[in-house]
């Protein structure tokens, strides 16, 4: 795995610098095609401070932008238990030293993406709309390809790349435009001598055709990396799940979504798990697509049959591609490690399983919703701007005290609050208290003091409610 990781690393240096050399020419031609070979030289220059400051900026602050651009937040365990275990599996399965951040995207198209500029500091990123939709050995298998970025220190490549790629495509885009603007090369002949007029004339022309192709072959360079690291990512997971039917039933469920997911752009889709801007029934050719077929992914994943090796992807590859595999989707170096990692069985599932979360219900969760159960039953669902200290059940119209803690989550500050709610407890004092002792875990049905039926349903964990009623407070130990 680790030489994996080294070659993966040495051709993502490559790249990047290739990427770096085609900006630091375009940057000259379209410098000398202003100022002639004096202006090629500063040009030379400017491109050169754009691609270390973009480098910085992708470095340092990468993953930050991308995550806000992506309107994805960071949710804690209590969110969706069942993510933050599968990732912790994925971690300990990757042996990475740290625990990747969780976010989550409130969009109900299923999704998924990781980033950061090392493992030290990752993130995993999910849609709502994934969660929701699939069961937890798919989670697995999507949470293991996001994983296995990490692991193959892909995120930082596609992150430098993504900013070089936007570089040269904007330097092209101001140069043709302003060439538009400024009528061609007419005021270039009329300030130069016969010989210099020409130099810069054939200046001129070279750096038209560059601004034309540089963006044209740096994208297709970087789209043909970025599916050939989807493959190795598939191939990765394979081995940290022992279980290709999970991820192949993820990627189908994706695929078969017709949902477009709003945050996602050209200049993060290449980021996700499958592209999130190709449109249901839409097709795009392999070197126009920052993915690649998401039918083909699937029909590799589901032909292997000996074993969960890196070896054995490839023979799956192959045999799926057949003379369209040119080369050895996997580096040579991983090839070497033959031994045997063999299939799990596939789980047993019970029918009937109910989710965790529904989408509605998860997607409030993650724009800080609280969630309160009513003795009934009822679960009252309180946005984040919910300044009040009680609610009033709608069902059957108890009166539910929100706690301090409950309110600062929500509303983000207590306003007050505190004040109010510490105060609470000795104005109820002054009041009849009753004291129910539950006899299980169940659902449980008693009479208040004042003759008004209560129940009590399995879910209610809260240490008293009062009675709609007499207003009496209910204690239940």
Known sequence: MWELIRTNKQRSLILFFVMGICLLVLGYFIGGAYAGEEGGYFGLVLAFFIWALMSMISYFSGDSIIL??????????????????????????????????????????????????????????????????LNRDELQGVIAHEMSHILNRDVLFMTFSGVLLGSIVLLSHVFLRSLWFSGGGRRYSSRSSKGGGQIQMIMIIVAVIMAIL??????????????????????????????????????????????DLRSANKATAALYIANPLKKKGMKLSNLSSTHPPIDERIRILRNISQGANFINYQNAYSDVK??????????????????????????????GTK????????????????FLTCACGMKIKLPPDFKKTEVKCPRCGSINNIPVAEIAAIAGVVHGITGQTEKQPEKQKQKNE????????????????????????????????????????????
């Open 214 to 259: 540089a963006p044209l072959l740096a994208r297709l360079l970087y789209f043909a990396i970025s599916r050939k690291r989807e493959y190795l990512a598939d191939a990765t997971a394979v081995r940290l799940t022992r279980y290709p039917e999970g991820l192949a039933s993820a990627l189908e469920k994706i695929s078969n979504s017709d949902l």
């Open 68 to 133: 806000a651009i992506s309107k994805a937040k960071l949710v804690s365990h209590n969110i969706h238990p069942q993510l933050f275990n599968v990732v912790q599996e994925m971690k300990i399965a990757a042996n990475l030293s740290e625990m990747p951040k969780v976010y989550i995207i409130p969009d109900p198209a299923p999704n998924a993406f990781a980033t950061g500029r090392k493992p030290e500091n990752s993130s995993i990123v999910v849609t709502a709309g994934l969660l929701e939709r």
């Open 434 to 477: 009753f004291v129910y002792h539950r006899k299980g875990k169940g659902w449980e049905s008693f009479t208040c003091p004042c003759g008004s039926a209560k129940q009590i349903s399995p879910s209610f964990n809260k240490p008293y409610f009062f009675c709609n009623k007499c207003g009496r407070k209910i204690i239940v130990e």
């Open 355 to 370: 989710k965790a979360h529904d989408l509605g219900d998860l997607i409030r969760a993650v724009n800080k919703y609280t």
């Open 322 to 351: 057949g003379r369209q595999a040119r080369s050895n989707i996997i580096p040579s170096s991983a090839m070497h490690n033959k031994d045997r990692v063999s299939l799990r069985k596939p789980p047993e599932h019970k029918p």
